[in-house]
């Protein structure tokens, strides 16, 4: 038999959005989980904060964490749904049925990244890829690293990593400075805090060169990283390295969302006002329904714990604080598009699907996403897609919003019984 | 001084700080190459975060788990494809 366990609300996420809807949830005094795939809460942003503190404002909920009365279920990932009301989850020990009355999905974003010759060697990893495994304990001390591709985390991420005596060479960002520059403008006008924040980020890298209008063109080793040679669109030059951490913006989780039948709008997690789905009783919350950081991700987050627990008044009086941070986040992604030569940097030969090995060459001879899959195993193997599909929608425009259980892969017995297996239901 | 944990990484005893998830500690051991990919590439992790399945590992005879979700625990037995 399964083990189930019952919750009156269950969160899927502990990052920001996760946490701040367990939080409220949990005033109303009603029973609430929150599930986690990561050994420990925070999500990404969050992460290693419960062990190693240094961000103010996540102690404090983290504090909260502590004091509020939620059942955290961390190392376990939701695979599959066992008919309405009922998730199917595993850990490193078998398979576990989650039941819940209301349902908040904080699944969170990953980073999007795009294939070049020589992305598969071992040193080039995502930009928050490498600051994860560095907060997991990846020595980096003295290594060389180039961090490049686009978005703001890639200056959160140099700055963090030389805090650890990394050795930052060079900031890559793909965006045209002549895009930066509005954005920089409104946020000094609109959002202080935020421009001290990026003040103090630039101060932390002073010596670092921060460079617009460029991107990486390839990666070369003898069967590790050894070089990266990036290009502005004029000249092109090779800068030895340890570590490429690159990564291009972020894409949401909506693999769960889909399996619930929750509608998608471009690309996002479609939620009312009170942040519900389209799904009655399932909410969204974070970077899942719009890129845009962490005092969104606090604030749907808070939304849809009160919403999802009868607290509309609560709820309501966060709505002009989600507009702020949703115009933010409108001027953010417009300010990191990514260019259009992007689409022009993998080779022929250069791997698209790093779990089927299949080349750019093969992928592109198709007219879908799913033709590719069906014809070369493109997004067929253990990742599901999770990094090619975000690849080939930026290089093909293949739309990619169609999801099978299992969501991840898993062992046979803890899916065969399950009527989450759709062949268990004949 | 923080805690320090003993593992074996393909045989090797290595000493790692608690807390150091799985993919640190291959790495702490000098390993580059985590996996073979399907035409026998040399792959190390990517994401950091459960996504891309690049940093597979046999952790306790245990095969295809993601280093980097996993935390090391005492006497923990980890082979990479290599070993």
């Given at each position: ?23 409220c949830a949990a005033e109303s005094g009603r029973r609430v989980g929150v599930v986690d795939d990561n050994p420990d809460l925070g999500g990404q942003i969050w992460r290693g904060e419960r062990v190693h503190p240094h961000h103010k404002e996540a102690g404090a909920w983290l504090q909260r964490v502590r004091t509020a009365s939620l059942d955290f ?17 595993e850990t490193a020990d078998g398979a576990c049925e989650l039941r819940f009355e209301r349902l908040i999905l904080a699944p969170g974003a990953r980073e999007r990244f795009l294939p070049f010759p020589g992305w598969t060697l071992p040193g080039v990893l995502g930009a928050g890829g490498l600051q994860a495994m560095v907060k997991g304990g990846l ?170 627990t009868g607290q509309p008044a609560k709820a309501r009086r966060l709505v002009a604080a989600r507009k702020r941070s949703q115009r933010f986040a409108a001027t953010l992604n417009t300010a990191f598009a990514l260019r259009d030569e992007l689409r022009h940097v993998a080779a022929p030969d250069t791997l698209v699907c790093r779990c089927e090995d ?69 | ?83």
């Amino acid at each position: 038999m399964t083990p189930e366990r019952q919750f009156d609300v269950l969160v899927v996420g502990a990052g920001p959005a996760g946490l701040a809807a367990a939080c409220c949830a949990a005033e109303s005094g009603r029973r609430v989980g929150v599930v986690d795939d990561n050994p420990d809460l925070g999500g990404q942003i969050w992460r290693g904060e419960r062990v190693h503190p240094h961000h103010k404002e996540a102690g404090a909920w983290l504090q909260r964490v502590r004091t509020a009365s939620l059942d955290f279920l961390p190392g376990m990932q939701v695979i599959g749904q066992n008919g309405p009301g009922r998730l199917l989850a595993e850990t490193a020990d078998g398979a576990c049925e989650l039941r819940f009355e209301r349902l908040i999905l904080a699944p969170g974003a990953r980073e999007r990244f795009l294939p070049f010759p020589g992305w598969t060697l071992p040193g080039v990893l995502g930009a928050g890829g490498l600051q994860a495994m560095v907060k997991g304990g990846l020595p980096i001390e003295g290594r060389r690293v180039v961090v490049a591709g686009s978005g703001p985390l890639l200056l959160a991420v140099a700055a963090y990593l030389r805090t650890r005596g990394a050795k930052a060479s060079l900031i890559a960002e793909q965006a045209a400075w002549s895009a930066l520059l509005p954005f920089g403008l409104a946020l000094l006008r609109t959002q202080p805090d935020k421009t001290r924040q990026a003040l103090a980020l630039r101060w932390a890298l002073r010596g670092v060169p921060y460079r617009t209008d460029c991107w990486p063109m390839r990666a070369d080793g003898d069967g590790k990283l050894a070089s990266v040679t990036l290009t502005n669109g004029r000249r092109t030059w090779s800068v030895p390295c340890d570590y490429l951490a690159c990564g291009f913006g972020l894409v949401p989780n909506l693999e769960l969302p889909l399996l619930m039948g929750c509608d998608v709008r471009a690309g996002f997690v479609a939620v009312d006002e009170m942040q519900q789905t389209s799904v009655n009783g399932v909410y969204g919350a974070g970077e899942v329904t719009g890129i845009g950081g962490l005092d969104k991700s606090l604030t749907e987050g808070q939304i849809a714990g009160y919403a999802a627990t009868g607290q509309p008044a609560k709820a309501r009086r966060l709505v002009a604080a989600r507009k702020r941070s949703q115009r933010f986040a409108a001027t953010l992604n417009t300010a990191f598009a990514l260019r259009d030569e992007l689409r022009h940097v993998a080779a022929p030969d250069t791997l698209v699907c790093r779990c089927e090995d299949v080349s750019y060459d093969r992928v592109r001879r198709h007219e879908s996403w799913r033709a590719a899959k069906l014809q070369t195993r493109c997004g067929m193997g253990p990742c599901q897609g999770r990094v090619c599909g975000a690849a080939t929608e930026f290089l093909f425009g293949w739309p990619t919003t169609s999801v099978r259980p299992p969501i991840y892969p898993t062992a046979l017995a803890n899916f065969l019984e399950s009527p989450a297996n759709p062949a268990s239901l004949a | 001084m923080p805690e320090t944990i003993r593992i074996k990484v393909n045989g090797v005893a290595v000493d790692v700080p608690e807390h150091t998830n799985v993919a640190a500690a291959v790495t702490r051991a000098g390993h580059v190459h985590f996996r073979r990919s399907v035409t026998g590439q040399p792959r190390g992790p990517l994401c950091g975060m459960g996504i891309c399945f690049e940093c597979r590992v046999t952790i306790d005879g245990q095969p295809h788990r993601r280093s980097c979700q996993v935390l090391c625990r005492p006497g923990m037995e980890i082979q990479t494809d290599d070993a």
